[in-house]
Structure formats: C-alpha cells, structure tokens
C-alpha cells in the first residue's frame, strides 16, 4: 500500500539482507530497518517491530534464510526453526512458515539451503499477497451486500452523528478492532482487503477503529495506514464499540485472525471477544477475514490455542508524542498495582456470521471450513 504517495510491501529482501517497516515507530516516524541476521530477525518479531499474524510468517521465513547464510547445517536449521517458533506463541503462521522451510531446506545439500530459503521466503509474501486480493474480493462483495440492503440513510437514526459527515449519510459503518491490515500482513492485509478494494470500487465507507489497548495497533496502525490510503475512519476506545452498536452506527464488523481452529473459533487480539458479543447482541454481521495460513486444522478449540501473556509494562507505561514534538513513555498506571497483559481471546464460533478466505466465505463450523478446505481438514 502507499506511504505519501509510494507503494510499499511490510517486507522486502535488498541487496543481501532483509528491509522491515519498523511498526513499533509508527505512526511518529516511518522507519525501514534491516534484518541481516537470524538474531536480527527474532528480535524483530519478539518486540514487534513486525507483528500480524501473516507478517510474522513471511519475517518468520526471511529469517530462516538468514539463518542458512549464517549456518546451513542439520543443526543450524534445527536451531533456527526453534529460536523463530520461540518467538510469539499464538499466531499460527509462524509454524506454519517454518513448517513449510523445514520441509523445503531438509532434504538439500547444505550449500543450496540459503539461496533455496531466500527464494521460498519471497514466495511465501508473493503468495499472501495473492490470497489477500482474492480474500479481498469476497470481502467486497459482502461490504457490498449489506449497503444495498442498508435502510436508507433519511430512516436511520445516526445518534449524534459522530463520525458522519452531513450529506454523506449513505455510507457503510465498518468496525475493526486492532490491525488486520496492510501492516499486518505483507500487502493489503485481511480485513482491510476489502475495505480497501470498496474504497477503491467507490463504495461509501467509513472504518471506527478500536483503539485496541494496551499496545494500540488500531489508534497507531489501522489509523495510520487508513489515513495514508485516504479512508475516512474515527477512532474509538475499545469501550466504545458496544455503545456505537447501540446507537446504530456500526452496519458490520470485520477483523482478522491469529490462528482460527477446525470448528471455527476464531484466536484474535485482546477484546475481539467482548466486540463479538455486542454484536450479536445488537445483531450486527461479525465476519472474520481468515487467510488458509491462519487456520489451524490441528485444534479444534479455541481454548487449547496458546495465549500470549506480553510484559506488564504494555498496560502500566503508554508511549507517545509529546507537545513538543519528541516522544516520550509515561506511566499511567499508580506505581505498585500489578498488571495483566493477556494478547488474544477466544472468540466461540457461534458468535462469528463468517469466516472470509480466499477461497470464499463460509460458517464457521468444522462443515464449512472442511468444505472449503478438503485437503487440510481432518
Ligand atoms: O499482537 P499482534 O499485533 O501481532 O496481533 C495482531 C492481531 O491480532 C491481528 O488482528 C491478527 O494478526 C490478524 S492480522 C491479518
């Protein structure tokens, strides 16, 4: 997607090493940093200066071809797969990318291991591209749907038309929590896919962005990467979803995956969850964009999926602009309460209208998704 105006990918090989989009700066500064080496890859994915569950496989898999620059041996691929895995444990595609190497890298000779790694990295972001755009299309046209089947604008009640702006009424109300977007993939991302290819198909839309506490991906990435492709969109704090639901402000929900299981529950960002149940409550569509790389055919319930448990300094201390321009990290939590930092929930498939893959939508159930995937399905 474009920064000021030039298209980027969230990851890229150049001239012998690896270039990332450096995301614990944004949305302050837009930095590329350079992955040269296996350590240099792990830190990046363990302190998220790449995060989102496809992006953390493509990185995932730039950094085994590192790795077989530095050590192509039996053991060094041994040992970089378990340096990688042991990075973040919840989003699939991080075995799933290194899964696919092991297998790929195993039976070569050592010396044709780097280049081969290097090769099958670049295809793995070609490929999520690929399945993003597809992904994407389907997203459309469920976006489309639900416009043309809106009641129109003059019959509906637009609270106090926060986030609307007069005579633009007629468009759609999507909500998203935390980023399943551009940046967190390696182009156009998940949920955003569709967004994006209805905003470019001139469908009328607006995005409330869940600000999505305690590490903020929706107030300082969704937003940020919205404003850049100039995507009219309102940030809310995460309480404030279920209230604009309420009030009728919110026509359909859509948001990415970590990992979602055979049956369908769907693994994503802390307060996924709650936002699922207050649309069902107030019955508004909940779809999931989930890419076939997020889907794990080996579990079957959410709860056996692995939480990540982050620092408890993510809750108590915020980062962010001052006035004068620098930035600073303050405490914002009294000085001797403890803290928890769970990551993801577990969103039961029963709240989810659907699931939007590449190869098209279906229910969430261990039926829809084997349908769709008869290969992997057990
Ligand atoms: O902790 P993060 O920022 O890696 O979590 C990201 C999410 O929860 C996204 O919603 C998910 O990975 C879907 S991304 C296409």
């Known amino acids: 997607m474009n920064v000021q105006g030039v298209p980027y990918r969230t990851i890229w090989a150049e001239g012998g090493s690896v270039k990332i989009i450096d995301q614990t ?48 041996t039996d053991d060094g691929l041994a040992r970089a797969r378990e340096r990688l895995l042991a990075t973040r444990p919840t989003a699939v595609n991080l075995r799933w990318a ?3 190497g092991a297998e790929h890298l195993a039976p070569l000779p050592p010396d044709e291991r780097a280049g081969t790694a290097f090769r099958l990295a670049a295809r793995i972001c070609d490929d999520d591209v690929d399945a993003n755009r597809r992904l994407g299309a389907h997203g459309y046209r469920i976006l489309q749907e639900i416009h043309a089947a809106r009641v129109p604008a ?47 198909e001139g469908l009328p839309l607006h995005v409330w962005v869940d600000e999505t506490r305690p590490r903020s991906q929706g107030g300082r990435l969704t937003a940020w990467e919205l404003g850049e492709q100039g995507i009219p969109h309102t940030v809310i704090p995460d309480g404030a979803a279920a209230h604009l639901m309420a009030r009728g402000q919110v026509d359909v929900v859509l948001v990415g995956t970590d990992r979602t299981t055979a ?25 999931v964009a989930a890419p076939s790389s997020s889907i794990d055919f080996s579990v079957d319930e959410g709860t056996e999926v692995p939480i990540e448990e982050r620092a408890p300094d993510e809750v108590t201390w ?29 969103t039961p498939a029963r709240l ?27």
């Open 25 to 72: 700066r944004l949305p302050h500064a837009f930095v590329v940093a350079e992955l040269d080496s296996l350590e240099a890859a792990v830190t990046a994915i363990a302190t998220m200066q790449v995060r989102g569950a496809p992006l953390i496989g493509a990185a995932a898999a730039y950094g085994l071809a590192l790795a077989m620059r530095e050590d192509p």
């Open 98 to 100: 290194l899964d696919r």
């Open 154 to 200: 003059s019959g509906r009640s637009t609270g106090d038309g926060v986030g609307v702006v007069e005579g633009d009424v007629d468009r759609l109300n999507v909500l998203t929590h935390c980023n399943a977007g551009w940046l967190a993939t390696v182009d156009r991302g998940t949920a955003t896919a569709g967004i994006y290819q209805a905003h470019e």
């Open 263 to 287: 049956r369908g529950d769907v693994v994503n960002k802390i307060g996924t969850y709650p936002v699922a149940l207050a649309a069902r409550d107030n019955g508004i569509p909940f779809y």
């Open 318 to 346: 915020v980062t962010g602009k001052t006035a004068e321009g620098g930035v600073a990290t303050v405490r914002v939590i009294p000085e001797g309460s403890p803290a928890r930092n769970y990551a993801f929930d577990v």
């Open 352 to 378: 989810v209208t659907g699931l939007v893959t590449e190869r098209g939508v279906t229910e969430a159930s261990t039926e829809g998704l084997a349908r769709l995937f008869p290969e992997r399905a057990r």
